[in-house]
């Protein structure tokens, strides 16, 4: 009975297409004249190529989880079978690679962006990637690189700081604005408020060891000008 040529076309197990490519490898070893049959099945192909596209696009970009990939993918209307394929040839060919992801995504975050590792794990989470991935790809920190990164955050915000607080209303601004620096790269509170308070201090001596600018000795007096 004929097929609809309309009809949804079942896909080749992954199993059978290694199978179809033994025995083509052994007629041609064997001499055993022209190979018949397709290795690739072109319409196949032709469908799956709007597919293809989107995730070299999307991969192009900015490299992604598996997980980041297939929800991208489903948002744009593929089809959960073209997904599945196309994810599987980019794992296949090294596109797709989470340990890699997870690895660079750390690394840079951690250093440019000044996050915590407890923020970088949650991002992780967030993208899919798998809980012992993770932890593998944090292993290449330490708490002394978090502490470091800390101390740089609450330094640099404290150093803003141009005057110094007249009443602990006052104080406690600053406080905040320094913690929440801190806080937004994934710290927790008290790590947060021990390094402001700390940086906070450290500024407000600072200030006080600087003497205040004097007026130019040489500049005309004001009121004589009058």
Same mark, same amino acid.
């Given at each position: 009975?004929?097929?609809?040529?309309?009809?949804?076309?079942?896909?080749?197990?992954?199993?059978? @297409?290694?199978?179809?490519?033994?025995?083509?490898?052994?007629?041609?070893?064997?001499?055993?004249?022209?190979?018949?049959?397709?290795?690739?099945?072109?319409?196949? !192909?032709?469908?799956?190529?709007?597919? /293809?596209?989107?995730?070299?696009?999307? /991969?192009?970009?900015?490299?992604?989880?598996?997980?980041?990939?297939? !929800?991208?993918?489903?948002?744009?209307?593929?089809?959960?079978?073209?997904? !599945?394929?196309?994810?599987?040839?980019?794992?296949?060919?090294?596109?797709?690679?989470?340990?890699?992801?997870?690895?660079?995504?750390?690394?840079?975050?951690?250093?440019?962006?000044?996050?915590?590792?407890?923020?970088?794990?949650?991002?992780?989470?967030?993208?899919?990637?798998?809980?012992?991935?993770?932890?593998?790809?944090?292993?290449?920190?330490?708490?002394?690189?978090?502490?470091?990164?800390?101390?740089?955050?609450?330094?640099? @915000?404290?150093?803003?700081?141009?005057?110094?607080?007249?009443?602990?209303?006052?104080?406690?601004?600053?406080?905040?604005?320094?913690?929440?620096?801190?806080?937004?790269?994934?710290?927790?509170?008290?790590?947060?408020?021990?390094?402001? @308070?700390?940086?906070?201090?450290?500024? /407000?001596?600072?200030?006080?060891?600087?003497?205040?600018?004097?007026?130019?000795?040489?500049?005309?007096?004001?009121?004589?000008?009058?």
């Amino acid at each position: 009975m004929p097929t609809d040529p309309a009809s949804p076309r079942a896909k080749p197990s992954r199993a059978a @297409k290694v199978e179809q490519l033994r025995k083509h490898l052994a007629q041609w070893e064997a001499g055993g004249g022209p190979i018949t049959g397709q290795l690739v099945d072109k319409q196949r !192909e032709r469908e799956l190529a709007p597919a /293809i596209a989107k995730a070299q696009r999307l /991969i192009n970009h900015r490299a992604r989880s598996e997980h980041e990939l297939r !929800e991208r993918m489903a948002a744009d209307g593929f089809e959960a079978a073209e997904i !599945e394929e196309v994810v599987q040839r980019c794992l296949d060919n090294g596109m797709l690679n989470d340990e890699d992801f997870a690895e660079q995504w750390v690394h840079q975050r951690h250093k440019h962006l000044g996050k915590s590792s407890h923020l970088l794990r949650r991002e992780l989470q967030d993208k899919g990637v798998d809980a012992s991935i993770i932890d593998r790809a944090l292993a290449q920190l330490d708490a002394q690189q978090d502490r470091d990164i800390l101390r740089a955050l609450v330094e640099k @915000k404290a150093g803003q700081l141009r005057t110094i607080p007249h009443n602990r209303a006052a104080y406690q601004a600053a406080l905040r604005r320094i913690v929440g620096v801190a806080a937004r790269r994934g710290f927790s509170s008290a790590e947060s408020i021990a390094a402001g @308070k700390a940086a906070l201090e450290g500024r /407000i001596a600072e200030l006080r060891s600087t003497p205040p600018c004097s007026e130019d000795p040489g500049a005309p007096d004001r009121a004589n000008r009058r």
